[in-house]
């Protein structure tokens, strides 16, 4: 599983490059859960495209409405013209999301990427509020273009000194001062009191599963007091949902067993469904108050997105069927995760649905596990301040039977490390 000497990948891509560093096999093609290297060998893949391919890949229906689409001359390329393809990918998510759930929510598309959505949330909070300062968390990550890598706490990400990155005010998560210390009684207190330096929000920013911050998951009674807060302190409430949304924590998003309304939600990566580049904003309707084109991007509408985008939302969420999968598949990781803390002393799972993990104390251990893992058919990620938590972030669709596997394979890399370490 290396790469060839002087390859042109070497020869020519840039170092910041980052997943293959720890999986080197050159990928030719994917099926569901499966994805194939050039010498035909399969790995199962919990990895999912870092939680774009929250599907599979490949799936035959989008498929073939694409290729239909494409062979139809299907308009490609739109800008935010009216479109056939654009107005059934909005009939079906007003029919099958906002409509069944209540969210009056208008649609903005954005540019490709979660961080064009994300600076399109920040931009519009405070042109609404007018107000500078936004709210953001411990360990949240957001994006890396500036008004996203602002809010984003990763100092790796950061870039240390080089590039300023002014405000951003930031509070400590849900949890991060231990399990008995409700983060939002502080919160409370630096919003009322005018002499905490905490310049009033336009808006507080967060995930409710922070997915690169290490699996670190929001109640939903801290969720509730935010929110509440929010409102009382005329901030606007963004949930990013790139990747905890679109099925990932069991429902379509993530935030829905918390009983919220965000003004603002930011959702990319699986929306398209294909892991075609697709990002919107949705806005409730009174804050919608954007001038025509004043915030734009060549790429604001994906048409091939907007086809398997509306095959994926009439395919999977036009029912409860495939939402009760996703509970029974989460209960099949969280069961099986919590088996190997019980063995492997030190461990502590994280996450919440197909959103899971295993904190294993530091990142060199992490890695080697990844290396282990890999060698034996498993692509796995890890996360985390430290990117000491491993990262199960299998397909929603994936097989029983291949979901089973690959905690198998990450059970044995994880066991066997532990028995090489010397206690």
Aim: with cysteine.
């Amino acid at each position: 599983m290396t790469t060839l000497k002087n390859d042109v990948f070497d020869r020519r891509e840039s170092s910041v490059r980052s997943y293959c560093r720890s999986f080197d096999a050159v990928l030719a093609t994917a099926r569901g859960s499966v994805v194939r290297d050039t010498s035909g060998r399969e790995y199962i893949d919990f990895l999912a495209g870092a939680g774009a391919l929250n599907y599979g890949h490949n799936d035959p229906d989008m498929k073939a409405a694409l290729l239909d689409y494409v062979l139809n001359d299907g308009i490609t390329h739109g800008l935010d013209l009216f479109t056939e393809a654009k107005r059934s990918f909005l009939g079906s998510f007003e029919r099958l999301i906002l409509g069944p759930r209540e969210m009056d929510h208008l649609v903005q598309f954005t540019g490709p990427t979660g961080a064009n959505a994300v600076e399109a949330a920040l931009k519009l909070a405070r042109k609404v509020t007018g107000r500078t300062n936004v709210i953001a968390f411990t360990n949240g990550f957001h994006g890396v273009s500036l008004g996203a890598l602002a809010a984003t706490a990763n100092s790796s990400k950061r870039m240390g000194p080089e590039i300023p990155l002014p405000g951003v005010s930031r509070l400590p998560f849900d949890g991060y001062l231990g399990d008995d210390v409700d983060t939002t009684d502080l919160l409370g207190r630096m919003l009322a009191d005018p002499s905490s330096g905490l310049d009033a929000p336009a808006a507080i920013l967060l995930e409710t599963v922070q997915g690169e911050g290490g699996l670190n998951v929001a109640s939903a009674r801290w969720l509730q007091r935010v929110a509440s807060l929010a409102a009382q302190h005329g901030a606007l409430l963004i949930v990013d949902d790139v990747q905890a949304g679109c099925g990932r924590t069991g429902t379509f998003f993530s935030f829905e067993a918390a009983g919220i309304t965000p003004d603002l939600v930011v959702l990319s990566k699986s929306l398209s469904g294909f892991g075609l580049p697709m990002s919107v904003l949705l806005v409730r309707p009174h804050l919608d108050q954007w001038e025509p084109g004043e915030h734009n991007g060549t790429f604001r509408g994906n048409a091939h997105a907007f086809v398997t985008a509306r095959v994926a939302l009439h395919k999977f969420w036009s029912d409860v069927d495939f939402a009760e999968d996703i509970v029974r598949r989460s209960v099949l990781v969280t069961d099986r995760l919590t088996e190997l803390t019980e063995r492997v002393p030190g461990l502590r799972r994280k996450g919440r649905g197909m959103m899971q993990g295993l904190d294993v104390g530091d990142g060199a251990c992490a890695a080697e596990i990844i290396r282990r893992c890999a060698r034996n058919g498993l692509i796995i990620e890890s996360s985390g301040a430290e990117n000491e938590v491993v990262k199960v972030l299998a397909p929603l669709t994936t097989p029983d039977h291949l979901l089973r596997k690959g905690l198998d394979v990450l059970a044995d890399a994880t066991v066997g490390l532990a028995m090489a370490v010397p206690a």
